[in-house]
């Protein structure tokens, strides 16, 4: 009898349990899941694959030459690694730039200065190059190696190309950072070191300069920074420049740093204008290659990769002439100009199939010259078999 009153005593506390535990499952399968959680999946957070490059370039007194030559090349390099494919697609392209060797002070070290850090803002990058200037004597290799390893928002996939070029013609061993403790720092983040000496071979192997790159498993070469560049010019310079000048006009800025973006994208036209129309037909291409992306500025790239939405896009800083449109005028306004960018590149793409074969037949006639460019192109091509980067032309 005393069993029997326990285990009826015993039930109200038994259904309390199996209640409060039904409601505490219930809200465990009405919960859903955090939506932090699924921004931050892998599947919809992965990258595509990278080829990042890091230039790190003397500029005391002596290499006038040298940024010459990475001044009027830049574009010509751009359009190479346009070639590259990684998977059958085109990787996205940063680049970095630093300086040493002047008078400058970056975050307490003298003689160093980062100009911009890892972009694929291809202006930016050009807007930099043309405002080196050349001064003081001092030329810290692994210092400024460490600095771009260490600053730099390397990436961390194994499959993505991690590149330092770094070019001088003083002994590799100068400053406060030893080259081989600065190389092998950047070796133990998969990131290549070549060395490019500017001057003869037997001197930058004598001072340093082919064992640093070695501890980094990149390329010793030199150059001679003093050689003036040949621009190549065709029969097809003209319609590319022209062709180039309508595409211009098929940006359309936003935001409240648009109109001067685009005042500095002409600005670095007229820079590669500087060198001849050979340049700005090389550079013409870079804008049609699929490197180059001003999604920051211009709708029609912005609204391409989704990262602006016209209906909620400020109308302040929109040009004058569309700044009372309706969204669907909007809209169709920046789709009309896709279209026309989109017809204007593929005649650029198709005039520069036949530039290729001319200035490669000259090429072909007056030698690769033993310059910056080169030696660029060069080691890109090597390393990035590495990763399976191929490239493929046309």
Excluded at 54 to 78: C, H, P
Excluded at 229 to 245: M, Y
Excluded at 300 to 315: E, F, I, P, Q
Aim: hydrophobic content about 40%; some cysteine.
């Amino acid at each position: 009898m005393k069993n029997l009153l326990f285990k009826l005593a015993f039930i109200p506390f038994l259904l309390a349990v199996l209640f409060s535990s039904k409601i505490f499952i219930s809200k465990l399968v009405a919960t859903p899941p955090s939506p932090t959680k699924i921004v931050e999946s892998p599947a919809q957070t992965t990258n595509s694959n990278k080829i990042q490059v890091a230039i790190l370039l003397d500029v005391s007194g002596s290499m006038s030459g040298l940024i010459e030559q990475a001044k009027s090349q830049l574009w010509r390099v751009v359009n190479e690694l346009s070639w590259a494919r990684y998977g059958g697609e085109q990787p996205k392209l940063e680049i970095g730039l630093y300086s040493y060797g002047n008078g400058s002070t970056h975050r307490g070290i003298p003689f160093i200065q980062q100009h911009i850090a890892l972009t694929s803002d291809l202006d930016r990058i050009s807007e930099e190059l043309f405002a080196l200037r050349t001064s003081g004597s001092s030329e810290f290799c692994g210092q400024v190696i460490q600095l771009a390893t260490d600053e730099l928002e390397w990436s961390e996939s194994p499959d993505d190309l991690k590149i330092i070029f770094i070019a001088g013609n003083e002994p590799f061993t100068q400053g406060p950072v030893p080259y081989d403790i600065a190389c092998k720092a950047a070796k133990n983040k998969d990131i290549i070191v070549n060395a490019i000496y500017c001057g003869a071979a037997n001197e930058g192997i004598n001072s340093g300069w082919q064992q640093g790159a070695l501890m980094a498993n990149g390329q010793f070469m030199h150059i001679d920074h003093n050689q003036a560049i040949v621009q190549v010019a065709s029969p097809f310079d003209d319609d590319i420049i022209e062709l180039n000048n309508r595409l211009n006009d098929t940006y359309v800025t936003y935001g409240a740093h648009g109109y001067a973006s685009q005042q500095n994208q002409y600005k670095q036209d007229q820079n590669a204008q500087q060198y001849s129309k050979a340049n700005v037909a090389s550079r013409a291409l870079s804008k049609s290659n699929g490197l180059y992306s001003n999604s920051g500025w211009d709708l029609v790239d912005a609204t391409k990769d989704n990262s602006v939405a016209l209906d909620t896009v400020s109308r302040e800083f929109l040009p004058a002439e569309i700044q009372d449109k309706s969204t669907e005028e909007l809209k169709a306004f920046v789709a009309e100009k896709a279209q026309e960018r989109k017809e204007i590149q593929a005649q650029i793409l198709e005039l520069n199939k036949k530039r290729e074969a001319h200035v490669a037949a000259e090429r072909a006639k007056q030698g690769e010259g033993n310059t910056l460019d080169q030696a660029l192109i060069d080691a890109l091509h090597q390393q990035a078999e590495s990763k399976e980067i191929v490239f493929k032309k046309f």
